[in-house]
């Protein structure tokens, strides 16, 4: 326990909590985290189950949601419906990674390019991709395609704006004293465009890979008849709302995993990031 709240409890005053859970160790921190999940759980439990405040039908307890649980890893039902949604998932992401990253970079590094790509992109970027699902259903048909379609642009735009923005912030100074020490053009992406650009390239991955969730499950909710989205309306449909949030509870999972990938992978690729923000 000492090893885990080394930094000592928390003192009273202004910034005194703030302190104490910015100074904790990892394994200080989820165990902070896990207290507050269990207390959360406990309270939900004894609201709904123990003391029947809300109907349970339409708001099941915890331990009603992993009875449902049990229930869909047992008959098969979440394994034949997430292996949908994950390939749907997988391929609409990958496709958003590989046009984003050079399409950022070109709308950052050319004006022209920013002019004409930028209104286009912020005006799809601002439309709710629900609002994409019944054409998305009328160009591909029921099935995978719509949901890897409102996948793809789902996570394409927070990629592709997040990268030009961060080619455009790249800092002057930086820029100045690359060409006094004789840095060439391809020198300046290569060292300083580049690497001033990954905090934002995270920064847009992360939020595609949220964004990218919830356009899957908007898709498969009335456009697939499988996957995540087509289970939960399906076991709502029925009244099986343990299931129901049990598949949610799969999804969110899926998100926050997901995210946490990408915030890995990028104290691995840029440290000097996560350095930054102490």
Known sequence: MSVLFASGGPRSGRGGVAEWLG????????????????????VWQLVVGYWGLINPVFFPPPLAIAQGFAEIVANGTLAANAVVSLQAWLTGFTIAVIVGIPVGLLMGASLPVDKVVG???????ATPAIAYQPLAKAWFGFGIGPVIFLVVVSALFPIMLNIAAGMRTTSPSLLRAARVYGGTQVDLYRRVFLPSTVPFLFAGLRQAVVLATIGMVVAELSGSSSGMGALIIRAANTYQTDQAFAAIGVVVCWSVGMTGVVTLVERWVAPWTRKARR
């Open 23 to 42: 100074g904790l160790s990892t394994g200080g921190k989820a165990a902070v985290i896990a207290v507050e999940v269990f207390v959360v759980l406990l």
């Open 119 to 125: 209104p286009i992109a912020w005006t799809i970027y």
